[in-house]
């Protein structure tokens, strides 16, 4: 669980000020994850909102060198933050230091595993309309928006122009969370099926 004084700590140590919105993404830069257009909707989302800031972990030095260099070109170096890597056991505090968790993700059939830490963050998450993300959530728990980069960088800009919608968002995936995607509830149903595997042995 997040702390709240370790994510207040987390969110200084961004150097984020208090009256700005604090957009994050946390995962790998492969291409299935939708990192081209992630990169294509922040500048957008950056017009549109001044006080938006930006938030990416992860990526190899050389990825996020190259990154860096197309936010620079676009004008917006001091607006986006790559803190590289960040250690498990600080995640949690990071992820509730953020207003707004983002999955770009453009492909694959599986869920992103991030999404269960965003849902326990209770953060208010953008993520593409997708069967992947669609796997957890819906539009009562998360701003779903078309695969393009104009419409994702709207979604953000939306939630970051709305304070309570952020709230009610975060609140419900965080409930999510409790009631089906925890560490409890999946012990119990991983326990459900090996006592039906076996009592049908």
Do not use: W
């Not at 909707?41 to 190259?66: D, H, M, T």
């Not at 004008?75 to 230091?97: C, E, M, Q, Y």
């Amino acid at each position: 669980e997040s702390d709240p004084a370790q994510a207040a700590a987390a969110r200084k140590r961004l150097g984020i000020p208090a009256d700005n919105v604090l957009a994050l993404y946390v995962g790998s830069f492969a291409v299935y994850q939708g990192m081209d257009l992630l990169f294509q909707a922040i500048p957008l989302a950056l017009k549109k909102c001044p006080n938006l800031r930006f938030a990416i972990i992860g990526g190899s030095p050389v990825q996020i060198a190259e990154r860096q260099a197309e936010i620079a070109a676009a004008g917006f170096a001091g607006r986006v933050l790559f803190p590289g890597h960040i250690h498990p056991d600080a995640l949690p505090h990071t992820l509730a230091a953020a207003d707004i968790l983002l999955s770009p993700r453009i492909a694959g059939g599986n869920t992103p595993l991030k999404l269960l830490d965003y849902l326990k963050a209770g953060g208010a998450i953008v993520a593409c309309d997708n069967p992947a993300n669609r796997l957890i959530l819906d539009p009562a728990n998360a701003r779903l928006v078309p695969p393009t980069a104009d419409a994702f960088a709207d979604g953000i800009a939306a939630l970051a122009a709305d304070a309570p919608l952020r709230k009610q968002l975060g609140a419900a995936g965080r409930q999510l969370f409790q009631t089906t995607y925890n560490y409890g509830q999946f012990k119990r149903r991983l326990a459900d099926a090996y006592r039906q595997l076996l009592g049908s042995s």
